[in-house]
């Protein structure tokens, strides 16, 4: 045991020291905000204001003030309405040295129900969120005149319109309030990382492996250990690499995430940052107001007190080493099978047997988000290949820790992983020694029958 000690202390430090460890693992945290902050940065400075001149023939969408008339429409976020009785001819010519952003033409509407079209004249095209914000308006201000002339009051409307929101509750009249939505969301995250992690530090055994097989320094270390050890100690290093790698991004992202809206709540006007949000086509593609919007966000963060943040938290760590030690020993083996004479669809097609698997798993991780409790989750969810990633998607979506489905996913994928590395070391020990022929799996059952 003192030497797979020493194999994993080698593995792990040898790749932590390392000066490209250390760059991905303070960069890429680093990158993510920075991503978030120019997304908001580009944002506040898309969102340019633009003032309109309107020309209305309908009548509907300006009201006579005096002698001129003025816009129905509002003056909210980014857009603004000049209504003016002038030419269209003229408008068209000089409303750019005039400080306008284009001329919003509405013929003469016979029919409410099936209005003309409406045109907007600019040297510039609208982006896709003024457009959107522009077309609700002006079909706002249709909508109450239908209202007007189906004798309606406006203000007894309004009364009618309910807000209905459903509060899921999974634990009877003790259970705490949750959210499918928030499940779902913390469901995909989670299981984008397993997906990611178990195919990135699995690869990176199958490569550590073909290194030392192709500069023969295997020679010299299976001197000293077992096959198996080797095998066994270069898994378990490679894997601390990623947890470690892992809880970094965790903690900094968590910092430097907060640090930037800090900053942001310090640089950027609220009303700029809304406005841009909203010119997105956001609330105004949605038929959402901001106060229904906070309202729901509200719930939303209400609902994450429900999920078991510990039992999640510990399931993570387990079905992250688990799945990635189940996966990562038939990398190893793939690894000692191949050589610097195997070519890249010779490569490709011993590890797509392996690949395919967390694929599949990632695709029924999707499937079961509409039904996290049925057969096919059931089954994904205690079938080792896949258990990595859809047990902790089923956790999140409250799945008790005291049940048969948590206690059978635990018992197979140890067991997976015993088998694995079994049938691996068979592989391994066969493999890692052989330079220079071309391995196929006919050649690697082989391997496993003599040994």
Do not use: H
């Not at 000089?94 to 079209?117: C, H, M, Q, T, W």
């Not at 309606?152 to 899921?168: A, F, G, N, P, Y």
């Not at 195919?199 to 020679?219: A, C, D, F, S």
């Not at 499937?367 to 409790?373: F, L, T, V």
């Amino acid at each position: 045991m003192s030497k797979v000690w020493l194999i994993i202390k080698r593995e792990y430090l040898s790749r932590v020291r390392k000066k490209s460890f250390l760059v991905t693992t303070l960069l890429a945290p680093l990158g993510l905000v920075l991503l978030m902050a120019t997304q908001i940065f580009f944002m506040t400075r898309s969102a340019e204001e633009k003032t309109i001149l309107l020309k209305d023939e309908s009548g509907y969408f300006t009201e006579t003030r005096g002698a001129g008339v003025q816009a129905k429409l509002k003056d909210e976020g980014t857009m603004k309405f000049k209504a003016t009785k002038e030419d269209l001819e003229v408008m068209q010519e000089n409303y750019a040295e005039r400080g306008y952003s284009g001329v919003l033409y509405v013929p003469p509407i016979k029919n409410l129900k099936n209005p003309p079209d409406i045109t907007f004249y600019s040297d510039k095209l609208l982006g896709l969120g003024s457009r959107m914000e522009l077309e609700d308006k002006l079909a706002l201000v249709l909508k109450n005149e239908k209202i007007k002339q189906a004798g309606l009051d406006q203000q007894t409307l309004e009364d009618l319109k309910t807000t209905v929101s459903i509060r899921e509750n999974t634990g009877g009249e003790e259970g705490k309030e949750s959210s499918s939505m928030i499940a779902a969301g913390i469901s995909y995250i989670i299981g984008f990382i397993m997906y990611l992690s178990i195919i990135i530090y699995g690869t990176m055994v199958m490569r550590g492996v073909m290194e030392e097989k192709t500069n023969r320094i295997v020679e010299v270390i299976l001197s000293s250990v077992k096959p198996f050890q080797l095998m066994l100690g270069k898994i378990i290093g490679i894997g601390g690499v990623g947890l470690t790698q892992f809880l970094i991004w965790i903690i900094t992202v968590g910092i430097l995430y907060i640090g930037m809206m800090f900053f942001v709540g310090l640089t950027v006007d609220p009303d700029t940052l809304n406005n841009a949000v909203n010119s997105g086509g956001g609330m105004a593609a949605s038929g959402i107001d901001s106060g229904e919007m906070q309202m729901k966000m509200a719930e939303m963060l209400n609902s994450l007190s429900s999920i078991n943040w510990p039992f999640l938290a510990f399931a993570f760590v387990f079905y992250y080493l688990g799945g990635y030690l189940f996966y990562s020993a038939l990398f190893a083996a793939i690894g000692s099978a191949m050589g610097d004479d195997s070519s890249s669809s010779e490569s490709q097609a011993l590890v797509m047997p392996v690949t395919i698997p967390i694929i599949i798993s990632f695709f029924i991780l999707i499937a079961i988000m509409e039904n996290p409790n049925g057969s096919l989750a059931f089954w994904s969810s205690i079938c080792p290949f896949s258990s990595s990633i859809i047990m902790p998607a089923r956790i999140a979506y409250g799945l008790s820790p005291f049940t048969i489905d948590f206690f059978l996913s635990v018992a197979f994928l140890i067991g997976g992983f015993i088998f694995t590395t079994w049938f691996a070391s068979k592989i391994y020990r066969t493999g890692i020694l052989m330079i220079g022929k071309k391995v196929s799996f006919r050649e690697m059952a082989k391997w496993i029958r003599q040994s």
